[in-house]
């Protein structure tokens, strides 16, 4: 593909968020045969009907890029767990216990992953004899006052024909940064945050937390694509929305076949412990937006519990897509002409003389090009705007792949140029110069401030240090602080009406 130059200014606008996900190529699938994953359902942002109701497993997004600070390593981030609302507490979002997160990496171009990172996570409680996710003020990660917490280990599967070859340990009982649970509780978010990232050997590093949801877009296109008149669109329907992520920055020479086959496809999936306490695979994503609308409702289940070199069972809905007649019927903008090969060469094989391994098996995957250096000026259109080092080629945060998605699905490499785009270019939250890039999650406590408060830690000062851990020395005197905070104002009366509420349900539980 001959990048095209262009600014992208003065598009058409045209609700966005299905178009994405036809270009982005269209075939997802299961994980590693060897490890035993089971069947596969769904996965991106509530796409498919049974992982909407299992959000801990639910994977949102995966980018890969090479790292703009390090150019020697290659950063990849994967998130799970859509649209946290940043006040849903008291119970706080935390990756599941009973899940493997696994991200995996085929560097020959054979449709099969010949490494497999796996992330599992432990969930530790100081004290069950409360509601609360912090019992005061959090400043450090092991700070007494965060009640629950979460670990990870890292363990690195290297694979043949699916076969393991060799596992090692990367990482072993790694803090997780916590919820943003408000300006009260975590007075300092920004401290956590650094105190999450840690260094692995061979001058790897590593996160895990919780993070503002990197995706922006406007997703009011399932409102049967607001009517069509071209004026819907530009409404940022992710901001204010957190994710939980994962963020893994290592050796480029570490994941690539050798200098010579530089270009690595990467995709992420989940894996549930099912009730006979084998692992069943559950959530699948490699490219953004695929399964929500590539595939018709009969083919979902089984496009993800299918393998990555079995996608040619679902090349039609690649070749016929259902997208561009919808939006030719809605909006009468002429569908391009079928079969769609140019959707096929590019998304499904990577761009020829960019990031198409050698021999390549034609499979939904994010494929990156690790030689290619990160750009001084990232262009948001990527690859499109004569960026090499942006989407297709890898997915940096800043890529506005759903544009770059709709133009290429409208047929922008079959001379059909045009502009179109959902006019959301950037994300709300500025996103980091350094590992793990991205910005920072948005707190619980975000809104207009209670009646009476004047800004800063009002909240803070009030309740003092009253919530201490439950069953410690001070309790006595800690429920009487509680209580004039109560005298004072909603926050105490707050806390004492939920405590009794739980103090009633215990008396009552049967045994």
């Not at 004290?127 to 965060?146: A, E, M």
């Amino acid at each position: 593909m001959t990048p095209i130059s262009r600014s992208g200014t003065g598009r058409r606008g045209l609700a966005t968020l299905i178009a994405g996900a036809l270009a982005a190529g269209g075939l997802a699938a299961a994980g590693v045969a060897t490890l035993e994953p089971g069947a596969a359902y769904a996965s991106s942002h509530r796409e498919a009907p049974l992982i909407s109701g299992q959000p801990r497993y639910d994977n949102t997004d995966v980018y890969a890029f090479v790292s703009p600070d390090s150019p020697k390593t290659t950063t990849i981030i994967a998130n799970w767990i859509p649209f946290e609302d940043p006040a849903g507490g008291p119970n706080f979002y935390t990756f599941a216990d009973d899940a493997q997160y696994d991200i995996h990496i085929d560097n020959n171009g054979d449709a099969q992953g010949e490494l497999l990172l796996r992330y599992t996570f432990k969930t530790h409680t100081k004290s069950k004899k409360t509601f609360l996710y912090n019992t005061g003020p959090v400043t450090s990660l092991d700070d007494p006052d965060l009640n629950v917490t979460q670990t990870y280990d890292i363990e690195l599967f290297k694979l043949h024909n699916q076969s393991v070859v060799s596992k090692t340990k990367l990482a072993d009982d790694i803090p997780v940064a916590p919820s943003n649970v408000g300006k009260a509780s975590m007075p300092d978010y920004g401290t956590l945050r650094r105190q999450a990232v840690r260094r692995l050997a061979d001058g790897a590093r590593t996160f895990a937390g919780q993070a503002d949801d990197p995706f922006f877009l406007d997703l009011r296109v399932f409102d049967l694509l607001y009517g069509g008149d071209l004026s819907e669109v530009g409404n940022d329907t992710l901001k204010g929305y957190n994710v939980n992520s994962v963020a893994l920055q290592l050796p480029t020479d570490m994941i690539t076949e050798s200098a010579h086959q530089p270009v690595v496809g990467i995709w992420s999936t989940t894996q549930r412990k099912n009730a006979q306490g084998y692992y069943e695979q559950v959530s699948r994503l490699g490219n953004p937006l695929v399964n929500e609308v590539v595939n018709p409702l009969k083919d979902k289940d089984t496009f993800n519990a299918s393998s990555p070199w079995n996608d040619g069972q679902f090349l039609k809905n690649v070749t016929n897509p259902e997208l561009p007649k919808l939006i030719e019927a809605v909006y009468k903008i002429k569908a391009p002409a079928e079969p769609r090969n140019d959707l096929v060469d590019v998304f499904l094989k990577g761009v020829k003389g960019l990031n198409r391994p050698p021999n390549v098996r034609p499979a939904e995957m994010l494929r990156l090009n690790t030689s290619i250096k990160p750009a001084a000026e990232p262009k948001r259109l990527g690859v499109l705007d004569g960026d090499k080092a942006g989407f297709p080629n890898g997915r940096r945060l800043t890529d506005d792949v759903v544009d770059i998605a709709l133009q290429v699905v409208e047929g922008e490499l079959v001379g059909s140029e045009n502009d179109l785009g959902d006019a959301v270019d950037a994300n709300d939250q500025r996103f980091g110069d350094s590992f793990p890039y991205l910005a920072e999650p948005v707190a619980g406590s975000r809104g207009p401030l209670a009646k009476g408060t004047t800004g800063g830690n009002d909240v803070l000062n009030q309740v003092g240090d009253a919530l201490q851990p439950a069953g410690s020395a001070d309790g006595m005197r800690n429920t009487g602080l509680i209580a004039a905070s109560a005298a004072s104002g909603a926050v105490g009366i707050l806390l004492i009406g939920m405590g009794l509420a739980w103090w009633r349900r215990r008396v009552q539980r049967p045994n």
